[in-house]
């Protein structure tokens, strides 16, 4: 695999093929269609190393589990990648994280992580639904706040036009922690 390049560094991995067919859906369609080719690399140019390199650690636990203490923005890249290559145990364990640290607080929406999801996940997809339930708790101050914050709302408001929708339709819904996590 050849990982990165489009948001950093690239890195090359050996990865045995039959591990990646196990995984993946997605990975067994493209290591067939490497396979036809001369070059037999598999380019992933959107998936930052840093995910690549957690997901290993993850498909390589006994009992895979993401890292307890991994950021938000790390979290929400491995939710991409799960969804991208259609890897459903790594998916729904992302979505529970963050539903999990949103409701009690631990972490908080911010513009550029509702961007990243909003752009690579698809109306319905668990990775979008899980931070469309949380508008519902994002306080009109937040996407107002101080002039930076404001701008970086405001870009990623106008780029995804179901964001504003979904933000309308998830504040007017009387949201509290408790039935976000039911």
Excluded: C
Excluded at 7 to 25: C, D, H, I, N, Y
Excluded at 107 to 116: F, H, R, S, T, Y
Excluded at 141 to 169: C, P
């Amino acid at each position: 695999l050849l990982v990165g390049g489009l948001a950093g560094p690239t890195k090359k991995f050996l990865v045995p093929r039959e591990l990646l067919r196990r995984r993946s859906r997605k990975f067994r369609d493209l290591l067939e269609q490497a396979g036809k080719s001369s070059s037999k690399i598999i380019r992933l140019p959107e998936t930052p190393v840093q995910t690549m390199e957690a997901f290993f650690v993850w498909t390589h636990s006994l009992q895979p589990k993401i890292y307890e203490r991994a950021a938000f923005s790390e979290v929400v890249q491995l939710g991409i990648f799960a969804w991208r290559y259609q890897i459903f145990a790594l998916s729904n364990q992302v979505t529970d994280m963050i539903r999990r640290n949103l409701a009690n607080g631990h972490w908080q929406l911010e513009a550029p992580i509702v961007d990243d999801i909003y752009e690579a996940a698809p109306i319905g997809s668990p990775l979008r639904e899980v931070v469309r339930a949380a508008l519902g708790g994002l306080p009109r101050s937040s996407v107002e706040g101080e002039d930076q914050v404001r701008e970086k709302w405001k870009a990623t408001f106008l780029k995804h036009a179901g964001l504003g929708w979904d933000y309308i339709e998830a504040g007017g819904s009387g949201w509290t922690p408790e039935d976000y996590m039911s």
